[in-house]
């Protein structure tokens, strides 16, 4: 029952470290997306992916990269953190048909 | 290109009060809508959808969201606004014919005791 997992939930970075966040979903859907979210901005769309093996860009792609070795798992990377990518950070996957989303709880991220 | 507009980027009411949040959208086919509610710290929750049907459609927590195809609207409606109400409020478009399901800005909801 635990539908899409973000990991680490809270993380500080010094500027010019990299990190990666893993999403992991277990309900079997082909369509992943990470986005960003800051005050006044709403969602903006960073990268996504529409099955494994496959990433596209996003709205705001920049300074980010994605991998999707694995259906279940989607991986947003930072290989060097700016303080402009300080952030909540949501990954969300979608039934197909449909377009519905589901979301992970977030990914709170400092870059000093 | 699909587009959603929350013009409200605040919306206050007083405990008890009825609420409605407006959206509207810009689609070329028939859509799919949904309103996702984020409650302060949280990720976002699926609170209704509309696929097709009856342009009534009831989601959880009382909510409420008509489809008016003529105005390009699908308005969230509750009758009475509870505090725990207070959250940020999205709209979203969506459809399998597109990989992108794209959100409004939100409207924040401010309860008053």
């Known amino acids: 029952n635990a539908g899409v997992t973000q990991t680490p939930k809270f993380r500080v970075l010094k500027t010019g470290q990299s990190m990666t966040l893993l999403c992991a979903q277990d309900?079997?859907?082909?369509?992943m997306y990470w986005y960003r979210q800051d005050p006044g901005m709403g969602l903006r769309l960073i990268h996504y992916s529409v099955g494994e093996g496959t990433t596209a860009k996003g709205e705001v792609p920049d300074g980010y990269n994605v991998s999707r070795l694995k259906k279940q798992n989607f991986l947003l990377g930072l290989e060097s953190a700016a303080p402009s990518q300080t952030s909540v950070y949501f990954c969300?996957?979608?039934?197909?048909?449909?377009?519905?989303?589901?979301f992970g709880e977030g990914s709170r991220l400092t870059v000093l | 290109a699909q587009s959603v507009t929350q013009p409200d980027i605040h919306i206050t009411v007083s405990e008890g009060a009825s609420l409605e949040l407006r959206c509207n959208y810009s689609y070329g086919a028939t859509p799919y809508l949904f309103w996702y509610v984020q409650s302060p710290g949280q990720g976002l929750q699926l609170l209704l959808k509309?696929?097709?049907?009856?342009?009534l459609v009831q989601g959880i927590k009382g909510f409420e969201a008509e489809f008016k195809r003529s105005q390009s609207s699908f308005n969230l409606r509750k009758p009475s606004v509870h505090w725990s109400d207070a959250a940020e409020y999205f709209c979203?478009?969506?459809?399998?014919?597109?990989?992108?399901?794209?959100f409004g800005r939100g409207t924040s909801l401010i309860v008053h005791p």
């Open positions: 969300a996957s979608r039934v197909t048909n449909t377009g519905e989303l589901f």
């Open positions: 979203a478009v969506g459809s399998g014919g597109s990989y992108i399901p794209t």
């Open positions: 509309y696929f097709s049907g009856d342009t």
């Open positions: 309900m079997n859907h082909e369509y």
